[in-house]
């Protein structure tokens, strides 16, 4: 479970074709959220009652992207058919990993809010607009983050290295992130990367409290009409 170490998995015994090994992968600094282990107990239950072969592995690491890395690279060794990648800040329904297996695509995942205000709703639709969340369909987007992605094994045989990474851009002079870095990468070696819509809504993403994009749409929203109205409330002051 611990950098280095081999994942404490169970039931490692013959499969079937239903059944599949799953590696879970959380990067971690020295500590995790109760409310995170809550839910990732009660996942890990919900696949074993459907005879999935787990293992759970964390990575201690202040550069994200090695601790994906060496995530990945852990599954490999242990064989897994998917990697799921799971921020510690996160909060998920039981259900998570069964929903995300159920549409059997290469890259699936989900979208959450950003845990700084404004609160905005990460990455972009395929057209680099906004993600839509209310819109159902399960569909290809530009990219998403890595706090909630399963990945099928066998992508990581078509991309190149490194993985993940932080690109520079030196024409903002910024650096990236690796989750954008990964995603291209995917798209670049022939695969979409899929979006899960209604299982985005049921996400919280952690600050002082876990945080929805249901929840902060609507305080978005609201913010921008109390901007407005004190706007107009100040012009008509000037002009009383």
Known sequence: MANGHPPAGDNLGMRDGMTKRILIGAPTLDSILTDWAASLIA????LRADGHVIALQFYKSFTIHNAHIAICRQAQDWK?????LLDADMTFPPDTARRLLAEDKPVIGCTYVKRQAPHAIMCQELDRTP???TDDRVRPVLALPTGCMLI???VFDRLRQPWFAYPFDHET???GTDDIWFCDRVREAGFDVWLHPSLSRELGHWATRPLYITETSHLVATKQKDVADGADGAEAEKAA
Not at 80 to 84: E, K, N, P, S, T
Request: charged share 30%; proline share 0%.
């Open 131 to 133: 993600i839509n969340c």
């Open 173 to 175: 002079l910024a650096f």
């Open 80 to 84: 897994a058919d998917y990697v799921l």
């Open 43 to 46: 996942m890990m239950d919900d």
């Open 152 to 154: 099928r094994m066998d």
